[in-house]
């Protein structure tokens, strides 16, 4: 009987060992997981501006997309950030104005240049181009599968209707467009310095406008009065350049421009010995 009683506690004890077993209650070891790799964007590749040899030849469409903002009508709201605020529903943007993505606004650097763009896309397009300046930088930079992005004003984009067939385009949503950089031509008009509110004898700062041909800078000097070499600017933001050096600037200015082309332009004293802050100034040149 005590050997029968024994073997049987033996078996309940090899049966209680199984449930528990350094094995059974050792923590579980999970798989390594495998990285997900995140799912290939719409991300495109960045270009700078086109070269002006290249930019101004017949032919040469590039793809992009094309919205509006601001009023049906309207020249896309005052400000931007090139820095011409009203200026852009005046002549002679006269409200031809559109927000540039990155490969366009350049970090300002593309503020001025003008481009036709057309569509056919929509069955309100007329397919012929209209010409634009870059005035902003578009806030929604680019949709999905877009090299470029043109936030363009009302007026611009309804520009490119079918007669009668404007707010038809506006309510097109993103329209596909075909576009290529052209020479800016403001007839009569010549180069306008308004000088920043914040300017004072240390420090000079002047919004740039209506470059004809290339339309945008890459370079601006500044030689003061009695001067015998120039002194390089910094571009502030936008259109607008900035020389603090340090010392008194002595007046009247000339200001040397050099186009994103390489041209060069000379405004002899255009800023006079008493210029004040937040004073305009024109030109009597420009580019030819």
Same mark, same amino acid.
């Given at each position: 009987?005590?050997? !029968?009683?024994?073997?049987?506690?033996?078996?309940?004890?090899?049966?209680?060992?199984?449930?528990?077993?350094?094995?059974?209650?050792?923590?579980?070891?999970?798989?390594?997981?495998?990285?997900?790799?995140?799912?290939?964007?719409?991300?495109?590749?960045?270009?700078?501006?086109?070269?002006?040899?290249? *930019?101004?030849?017949?032919?040469?469409?590039?793809?992009?997309?094309?919205?509006?903002?601001?009023?049906?009508?309207?020249?896309?709201?005052?400000?931007?950030?090139?820095?011409?605020?009203?200026? /852009?529903?005046?002549?002679?943007?006269?409200?031809?104005?559109?927000?540039?993505?990155?490969?366009?606004?350049?970090?300002?650097?593309?503020?001025?240049?003008?481009? +036709?763009?057309?569509?056919?896309? @929509?069955?309100?397009?007329?397919? $012929?181009?209209?010409? /634009?300046?870059?005035?902003?930088?578009?806030?929604? @930079?680019?949709?999905?599968?877009?090299?470029?992005?043109? &936030?363009?004003?009302?007026?611009?984009?309804?520009?490119?209707?079918?007669?009668?067939?404007? &707010?038809?385009?506006? *309510?097109?949503? /993103?329209?596909?467009?075909?576009?290529?950089?052209?020479?800016?031509? =403001? #007839?009569?008009? $010549?180069?306008?310095?308004?000088? +920043?509110?914040?300017?004072?004898?240390?420090?000079?700062? !002047?919004?740039?406008?209506?470059? &004809?041909? +290339?339309? +945008?800078?890459?370079?601006?000097?500044?030689?003061?009065?009695?001067? !015998?070499?120039?002194? #390089?600017?910094?571009?502030?933001?936008?259109?607008?350049?900035?020389?603090? @050096?340090?010392?008194?600037?002595?007046?009247?200015?000339?200001?040397?421009?050099?186009?994103?082309?390489?041209?060069?332009?000379?405004?002899?004293?255009?800023?006079?010995?008493?210029?004040? *802050?937040?004073?305009?100034?024109?030109?009597? /040149? @420009? =580019?030819?």
């Amino acid at each position: 009987m005590a050997k !029968t009683c024994t073997l049987a506690l033996l078996g309940a004890l090899v049966v209680l060992s199984l449930f528990v077993s350094p094995i059974a209650c050792s923590p579980r070891k999970l798989a390594a997981k495998t990285p997900v790799k995140a799912a290939p964007t719409n991300k495109t590749t960045a270009f700078t501006n086109p070269a002006a040899s290249a *930019a101004y030849s017949s032919g040469g469409w590039l793809a992009a997309g094309a919205t509006y903002y601001g009023n049906p009508n309207g020249d896309g709201g005052e400000g931007g950030a090139c820095g011409y605020q009203g200026a /852009v529903g005046q002549r002679p943007f006269s409200s031809m104005i559109a927000a540039g993505s990155t490969p366009l606004f350049l970090k300002g650097l593309g503020c001025g240049a003008c481009y +036709d763009v057309m569509c056919s896309s @929509n069955k309100a397009c007329s397919g $012929k181009p209209v010409t /634009v300046v870059i005035t902003d930088l578009s806030p929604g @930079n680019l949709y999905p599968g877009e090299p470029a992005h043109f &936030d363009m004003s009302g007026t611009a984009l309804g520009a490119m209707a079918k007669p009668g067939k404007a &707010d038809q385009l506006r *309510a097109g949503g /993103v329209i596909r467009v075909q576009y290529k950089r052209v020479p800016c031509k =403001y #007839p009569g008009v $010549k180069i306008t310095f308004r000088v +920043d509110q914040g300017s004072n004898p240390f420090y000079f700062k !002047t919004l740039i406008e209506f470059e &004809d041909d +290339d339309g +945008d800078l890459k370079a601006v000097a500044l030689k003061q009065a009695g001067a !015998t070499s120039w002194t #390089p600017m910094r571009q502030d933001w936008g259109a607008l350049w900035r020389l603090n @050096n340090g010392q008194r600037l002595r007046g009247p200015f000339s200001l040397r421009l050099t186009s994103d082309s390489g041209r060069k332009l000379i405004a002899k004293n255009v800023i006079p010995a008493n210029w004040k *802050a937040g004073a305009t100034y024109r030109s009597l /040149v @420009n =580019y030819p």
